[in-house]
C-alpha cells in the first residue's frame, strides 16, 4: 500500500487526492500568518499534495507563496498540487463571482484553483465587510439565487480559472436544485462537509455517491475547538473510547483511526494541524485498513453532532443544517 499517495477522481475527470491539508483558522485573532505560510510548507514536505483554502480563511497569499516556495525549490512540481479555494458568501452575485476568483488567484499568484467550491449555499450582502451585520449584530443575509451564481461558476471552469467547480455545505435537497437546473453545464464535483465519526453524513455521502459527487470532510477530527464556533461543551471526539479502543488495537493514533474511517468510505479527507510531527503520522492514513466490523463500530459512533452549525446564517430559506441530510 502506498503509504503517501490514494486519489478519488471526480466526474469532469481530474484526480483529487484522498487527504488533504486544511489551512482553516478562524480564531480571532487569527492563527498569525506567518505561521500558515510555514504550516503549508511543512505540509507539503510531509507528503501532503492537497492544500484547501478560501477567501474567508485571509491566508490565500501564504498558502500561494508556500506552493511558489516549494515548486522553485523542486519539492514539487504545480501540477502535482491540487489546490481548493471557495466563493464567500457575499461575493454571489453572478457579476462578482469571476472578479472574487481572479482576486484569490491575485492573493495565491497562481494561474488556476484546482477546485473552486461555493462556501456555503447562502447568500449575505455584497461587499467587502465578510460577516456584514445590522445596527443590532444581526447578521445581514442576501436573496442571490445560489443557481444563478453556480452559472457563474460554470464560467469560472469554461475560463480555465479553475480546472473544477463545486459546493460546501449543501445538504441534498439543495445540492438536487443545482442538479435539476435547466441548461446545467457541469455538474458540481464534490460537496465539501462536516464529516466525522459523531456525525458520519452516511445518507448524504449514500446520496452524492448516486449522482458521482465526493463527499469531502472537513472537521474529520473535530481538534480544533475555536471558541466563537464551537460549544465548549460538546464532546472531544479524539477521545472517545472506542477510537482510543481501535488505536491500541492497530497500534496507531485515534486521528489516524478517524482519518482512515473516512477514507475508507471514499470520502476525501481533510486533516488539519499545524503541527509537524502530527501532519507526518496523517499522511501514514493509507498504510494499513480497517475491518469490516471495526468500520461498522465507528459507524455506530454517529449522533449527529455537528460541532459548526453556522449559526450566524440561521433564518435564510437555504440554511443547510436543518434537513436531516
Same mark, same amino acid.
Given at each position: 500500500?502506498?503509504?503517501?499517495?490514494?486519489?478519488?477522481?471526480?466526474?469532469?475527470?481530474?484526480?483529487?487526492?484522498?487527504?488533504?491539508?486544511?489551512?482553516?483558522?478562524?480564531?480571532?485573532?487569527?492563527?498569525?500568518?506567518?505561521?500558515?505560510?510555514?504550516?503549508?510548507?511543512?505540509?507539503?514536505?510531509?507528503?501532503?499534495?492537497?492544500?484547501?483554502?478560501?477567501?474567508?480563511?485571509?491566508?490565500?497569499?501564504?498558502?500561494?507563496?508556500?506552493?511558489?516556495?516549494?515548486?522553485?525549490?523542486?519539492?514539487?512540481?504545480?501540477?502535482?498540487?491540487?489546490?481548493?479555494? !471557495?466563493? @464567500?458568501?457575499?461575493?454571489?452575485? +453572478?457579476? &462578482?463571482?469571476?472578479?472574487?476568483?481572479?482576486?484569490? #488567484? =491575485?492573493?495565491?499568484?497562481?494561474?488556476?484553483?484546482?477546485?473552486?467550491?461555493?462556501?456555503?449555499?447562502?447568500?449575505?450582502?455584497?461587499?467587502?465587510?465578510?460577516?456584514?451585520?445590522?445596527?443590532?449584530?444581526?447578521?445581514?443575509?442576501?436573496?442571490?439565487?445560489?443557481?444563478?451564481?453556480?452559472?457563474?461558476?460554470?464560467?469560472?471552469?469554461?475560463?480555465?480559472?479553475?480546472?473544477?467547480?463545486?459546493?460546501?455545505?449543501?445538504?441534498?435537497?439543495?445540492?438536487?436544485?443545482?442538479?435539476?437546473?435547466?441548461?446545467?453545464?457541469?455538474?458540481?464535483?464534490?460537496?465539501?462537509?462536516?464529516?466525522?465519526?459523531?456525525?458520519?453524513?452516511?445518507?448524504?455521502?449514500?446520496?452524492?455517491?448516486?449522482?458521482?459527487?465526493?463527499?469531502?470532510?472537513?472537521?474529520?477530527?473535530?481538534?480544533?475547538?475555536? !471558541?466563537? @464556533?464551537?460549544?465548549?461543551?460538546? +464532546?472531544? &471526539?479524539?477521545?472517545?473510547?472506542?477510537?482510543?479502543? #481501535? =488505536?491500541?488495537?492497530?497500534?496507531?493514533?485515534?486521528?489516524?483511526?478517524?482519518?482512515?474511517?473516512?477514507?475508507?468510505?471514499?470520502?476525501?479527507?481533510?486533516?488539519?494541524?499545524?503541527?509537524?510531527?502530527?501532519?507526518?503520522?496523517?499522511?501514514?492514513?493509507?498504510?494499513?485498513?480497517?475491518?469490516?466490523?471495526?468500520?461498522?463500530?465507528?459507524?455506530?459512533?454517529?449522533?449527529?453532532?455537528?460541532?459548526?452549525?453556522?449559526?450566524?446564517?440561521?433564518?435564510?430559506?437555504?440554511?443547510?443544517?436543518?434537513?436531516?441530510?
Amino acid at each position: 500500500m502506498n503509504s503517501k499517495h490514494s486519489y478519488v477522481t471526480l466526474n469532469d475527470g481530474p484526480l483529487i487526492p484522498a487527504l488533504g491539508f486544511g489551512t482553516c483558522t478562524p480564531e480571532e485573532p487569527y492563527v498569525p500568518k506567518s505561521k500558515a505560510l510555514e504550516a503549508t510548507k511543512l505540509a507539503i514536505d510531509a507528503g501532503f499534495l492537497h492544500i484547501d483554502t478560501a477567501y474567508t480563511y485571509q491566508v490565500e497569499e501564504e498558502v500561494g507563496q508556500a506552493i511558489r516556495n516549494k515548486t522553485e525549490e523542486d519539492t514539487v512540481k504545480r501540477e502535482d498540487i491540487f489546490l481548493t479555494s !471557495k466563493l @464567500w458568501c457575499t461575493f454571489f452575485h +453572478p457579476d &462578482l463571482v469571476q472578479p472574487s476568483l481572479e482576486r484569490s #488567484l =491575485a492573493n495565491l499568484k497562481l494561474d488556476y484553483v484546482d477546485l473552486y467550491l461555493m462556501h456555503y449555499p447562502v447568500s449575505m450582502k455584497q461587499g467587502d465587510d465578510l460577516f456584514p451585520t445590522d445596527e443590532h449584530g444581526k447578521p445581514i443575509l442576501d436573496t442571490v439565487d445560489f443557481c444563478a451564481t453556480w452559472e457563474a461558476m460554470e464560467k469560472c471552469k469554461d475560463a480555465r480559472l479553475a480546472k473544477s467547480i463545486g459546493v460546501s455545505n449543501f445538504n441534498h435537497r439543495l445540492l438536487e436544485r443545482i442538479l435539476n437546473k435547466p441548461g446545467l453545464k457541469h455538474k458540481p464535483v464534490c460537496n465539501q462537509v462536516e464529516c466525522h465519526p459523531y456525525l458520519n453524513q452516511g445518507k448524504l455521502l449514500d446520496f452524492c455517491k448516486t449522482k458521482d459527487i465526493v463527499l469531502v470532510a472537513y472537521g474529520a477530527l473535530r481538534t480544533q475547538r475555536y !471558541k466563537r @464556533w464551537v460549544d465548549q461543551n460538546s +464532546p472531544v &471526539l479524539l477521545n472517545d473510547p472506542v477510537l482510543g479502543a #481501535l =488505536a491500541k488495537k492497530y497500534n496507531r493514533s485515534a486521528a489516524l483511526i478517524a482519518l482512515r474511517y473516512q477514507v475508507q468510505r471514499g470520502v476525501v479527507t481533510l486533516a488539519q494541524s499545524f503541527k509537524e510531527q502530527e501532519m507526518k503520522e496523517n499522511v501514514q492514513v493509507f498504510g494499513f485498513q480497517l475491518s469490516l466490523e471495526d468500520m461498522k463500530m465507528i459507524d455506530g459512533l454517529n449522533r449527529n453532532c455537528r460541532y459548526i452549525p453556522a449559526e450566524f446564517l440561521l433564518g435564510h430559506p437555504n440554511y443547510p443544517f436543518s434537513d436531516e441530510y
